[in-house]
């Protein structure tokens, strides 16, 4: 059983700033891939960023230069810094990761239960 539990999600104005986390825990053996998804109302859920376990990381177009995704991998826990958030940043935020539970090199997707980020103008 693998949990990943995110926090930091709030309300916050135009040009502010938000950091999420996501922590897995429970029969985890490696995690490759962690990433942060976002579902706004009404649209469909998107990739908003990705860490692999060598620190490569992938933005979507729509956040580059404003958030940066980061991982503590002893901890098991990927952040997401987002700093000049903008009304179109509203939606609830959710972590991912790929999970290893044996010695076996087989991952399977893990998710969080989201956290809302609600910006205003």
């Known amino acids: 059983q693998v949990q990943l539990v995110e926090s930091g999600g709030g309300l916050v104005q135009a040009g502010g700033s938000l950091r999420l986390s996501c922590a897995a825990s429970g029969s985890i053996f490696r995690i490759n891939a962690m990433a942060w998804y976002r579902q706004a109302p009404g649209k469909q859920r998107e990739l908003v960023a990705s860490?692999?376990?060598?620190?490569?990381?992938n933005y979507a177009d729509s956040v580059k230069g404003r958030f940066t995704i980061s991982r503590d991998i002893p901890k098991n826990t990927v952040y997401l810094q987002m700093s000049s958030l903008k009304p179109e940043d509203t939606a609830v935020y959710s972590c991912?990761?790929?999970?290893?539970?044996?010695?076996?090199?087989?991952?399977?997707?893990?998710w969080g239960q989201g956290t809302q980020v609600t910006v205003s103008s």
């Open positions: 860490i692999t376990s060598d620190g490569t990381t």
């Open positions: 991912y990761a790929g999970v290893a539970i044996r010695f076996d090199n087989i991952y399977y997707p893990y």
